[in-house]
């Protein structure tokens, strides 16, 4: 059903008085229909540094991973990943090539491949990109990428140059006003999270596949939703970003009647997970976390923290404007960009729906086949992996241990390994595993050949079993994606033995 300026009158009542008008060929540095140079590509000058941005009406100050050029850092499949980070900031910091396969030394995890960059110091790297895809890079020192450093990384697949379609990049993050720090000591004090945004709010929320309601209650700021079934978010943040920006004035894409476009989303937040609404369009899904799946057509796709989907969309012929919303799970808030053709008219979207979203759930990866799914073999090694810990008293860790006290994990080089990851607590976890891309095989037992991926959601008192195979030697993190909860001990390393 097409979504025209009648529709969107329907949802959006103001007209918006400021907005910045992207062209196709402008949007996010990306020029779409135009394949990239097969060179070897010029060195990536990455540079960690400090910005300021407009939220809600406010300055607010924040952090970033800016390249050199101002556009998004991109390379092609078979190339080289050349790049130089330099540290602008007055604090250590340390990136994170999420997605990416490099050599452990290279993986930008503290202690674990290389030391934290001090101020006014540069790293190099430089390894072969063995896959294309949906990537992102975010720094993994303290509460840095909850201060917004983080940005896409592209990486093209050699078989698809020249493909006629249009490419639009939704970067989701959440923000708060407040120093993440100070959320961090609010909650491990069991007081929650006080970002200073709701109160006194009360709602009603239905639970994935059909469970309980439950209250989702909020005093002075603080975020509760602490469920009978479920616990659902930590921190009620005072913005939620795409692009950099609120639907109080959103990024606005130019794309063509009838044309092809290909949306990459990186769930970049912090700690939140969202629901991809397409409203009036309907999408055909075609890779998670880099990987190409079995497409799956739908208007609505559920993105975890850290995860990122590959939607294709085609606008219908004539003028016409189309929100592509990111709901915040279990709440009302939302966020997103605009699709419009040149003479469409733009109307404002409301930053809050009447009805609240509902948690993610599972579901949606049962659905999740692997277009180049991992090669048959026996399983060489199996790795029990409880999730473990509990909102009220935040705490939580991996095996009953924060990172620090916990026992890393073995797996030799050459073995197929299956993780068994069992959630013992009240909420969804995103895992992610570095310096490898896994196949999830079971959700709560249920045995199916899914979705390649790097990062899954683990429900809430449930299980997923994930294999991969052990073809990258060092040290590799294992941890939620939460960084709330990443920072409190959920965390831990697999190791390879010799």
């Not at 493909?163 to 909650?187: G, S, Y």
Request: some cysteine.
């Amino acid at each position: 059903m097409r979504l025209g300026n009648q529709r969107l009158g329907a949802m959006m009542d103001v007209p918006i008085t400021r907005r910045r008008v992207i062209t196709g060929a402008a949007a996010l540095g990306i020029m779409p229909g135009i394949a990239p140079a097969f060179a070897a590509p010029p060195v990536l000058r990455l540079s960690a540094t400090s910005r300021s941005l407009v939220i809600n009406g406010s300055e607010a100050s924040a952090l970033a991973l800016a390249t050199g050029d101002g556009k998004i850092a991109r390379f092609v499949r078979g190339e080289r990943f050349n790049a130089t980070l330099e540290n602008r900031l007055d604090e250590p910091t340390l990136v994170h090539w999420h997605g990416l396969t490099p050599p452990s030394a290279q993986d930008g995890t503290p202690e674990l491949s290389q030391p934290p960059l001090p101020p006014g110091n540069r790293y190099a790297y430089d390894f072969p990109l063995r896959r294309a895809g949906t990537f992102w890079m975010h720094s993994h020192v303290g509460f840095q990428r909850a201060r917004l450093m983080a940005a896409p990384l592209i990486v093209e697949d050699p078989a698809e140059k020249g493909r006629d379609e249009q490419e639009v990049v939704l970067f989701l993050a959440d923000f708060t006003f407040r120093a993440p720090e100070e959320l961090f000591a609010a909650l491990t004090r069991g007081h929650g999270a006080m970002a200073g945004m709701d109160h006194g709010h009360m709602g009603q929320m239905h639970m994935d596949h059909g469970a309980m309601d439950h209250a989702h209650m909020h005093h002075g700021g603080m975020a509760g939703d602490m469920a009978m079934g479920m616990d659902i978010n930590d921190v009620d943040f005072d913005a939620y970003l795409a692009s950099d920006r609120t639907l109080d004035d959103p990024e606005v894409v130019r794309v063509e009647p009838a044309g092809r476009v290909r949306l990459r989303v990186i769930n970049a937040a912090a700690g939140t997970n969202f629901w991809i609404d397409l409203g009036a369009l309907s999408g055909e899904l075609i890779a998670v976390d880099g990987d190409p799946v079995m497409p799956v057509k739908d208007q609505r796709f559920p993105v975890a923290m850290a995860q990122r989907l590959d939607i294709r969309l085609a606008p219908p012929a004539g003028e016409g404007a189309y929100p592509i919303l990111a709901l915040r799970e279990g709440a009302s808030e939302r966020t997103g960009i605009i699709l419009a053709t040149k003479n469409a008219q733009i109307l404002k979207a409301q930053l809050e729906q009447q009805v609240p979203s509902p948690p993610l759930g599972i579901a949606f990866e049962e659905r999740l086949r692997a277009a180049a799914p991992l090669r048959k073999r026996k399983t060489d090694r199996v790795i029990r992996v409880d999730l473990t810990g509990d909102m009220m008293r935040f705490t939580w860790g991996i095996n009953g241990k924060r990172y620090g006290e916990d026992k890393p994990l073995r797996a030799r080089a050459g073995e197929r390994v299956e993780l068994v990851l069992r959630n013992r607590t009240m909420m969804a976890h995103p895992m992610h595993l570095h310096g490898h891309h896994f196949q999830v095989l079971a959700i709560n037992d249920r045995r199916f050949s899914g979705a390649m991926r790097d990062t899954v959601l683990v429900p809430a008192m449930g299980g997923v079993t994930v294999a991969f195979d052990s073809d990258n030697p060092g040290k590799w993190a294992l941890h939620c994606h939460n960084e709330y909860h990443m920072m409190a001990g959920m965390m831990t390393s697999l190791q390879y033995e010799s």
